[in-house]
């Protein structure tokens, strides 16, 4: 079955740090983009980070560019969000998708989501 | 950076009801255009993408047209499980910029 887990949520103080993870299973994960992309409690669907199959491309929302890292481990097929310097308004929960096709395309498979609270 | 703006923001039917939901882009994006359906705690699930071409194991009475700036979701027969929010997604823009909706939430009438 083709599966994206994430993990890594939970509470943390403002100006904190908080390292996200997306298990990837059922497919060969070191061919495909990755994303992550957020939704604010009761709101809609923001794209956050894009990285390609061999790591060669990354891209960043302006809203988390310089304080969120994305990362892949296509040995252990897993994708990765640093993040630091938090903010309240990063309160959301997170998920990661792959990219249907090539480095741009539609998100064909989306994780369960992880919650990610900003609050002191 | 391309805005896509959904309409309506909210929509009530009723079961064997036909709906339709726009989205628009505030600049051409060909058929680069996915359309998503997100139930109450759960992830996002693509529905349609290339403006039209229906995702594997998604029911018929779901269809999608447009191209350029101006693009619709079709729901032929309103379904129970079919009451959800809708999103629509761009992915012309290169670098990768990708951006959503505000999203639509079909209710029950």
């Known amino acids: 079955e083709v599966q994206l887990v994430e993990s890594g949520g939970g509470l943390v103080k403002p100006g904190g740090s908080l390292r996200l993870s997306c298990a990837a299973s059922g497919f060969t994960f070191s061919s495909y983009s990755m994303n992550w992309v957020r939704q604010a409690p009761g709101k809609g669907l923001e794209w956050v980070s894009s990285i390609s199959s061999s790591s060669s491309y990354i891209y960043y929302a302006d809203s988390v560019k310089g304080r969120f890292t994305i990362s892949r481990d296509n040995a252990k097929n897993s994708l990765y969000l640093q993040m630091n310097s938090l903010r309240a308004e990063d309160t959301a929960v997170y998920y990661c998708?792959?990219?249907?096709?090539?480095?741009?395309?539609?998100?064909?498979?989306w994780g369960q989501g992880t919650m990610v609270t900003v609050s002191s | 950076a391309i805005r896509m703006t959904q309409s309506p923001s909210s929509l009530s039917a009723s079961t064997g009801d036909r709906v339709t939901i726009t989205c628009r882009a505030s600049q051409g994006i060909s058929s680069y255009l996915a359309w998503y359906q997100q139930k109450p705690g759960k992830a996002p699930k693509l529905l349609i993408y290339?403006?039209?071409t229906l995702q594997s194991g998604v029911p018929s009475r779901f269809s999608g047209s447009g191209s350029g700036t101006d693009f619709t979701l079709t729901i032929s027969c309103l379904q129970s499980e079919d009451f959800a929010t809708y999103y629509c997604q761009q992915y012309y823009s290169y670098p990768p910029m990708y951006s959503f909706g505000q999203g639509t939430k079909l209710e029950i009438k």
């Open positions: 290339a403006a039209s």
């Open positions: 998708a792959r990219v249907s096709y090539g480095d741009l395309d539609a998100f064909d498979i």
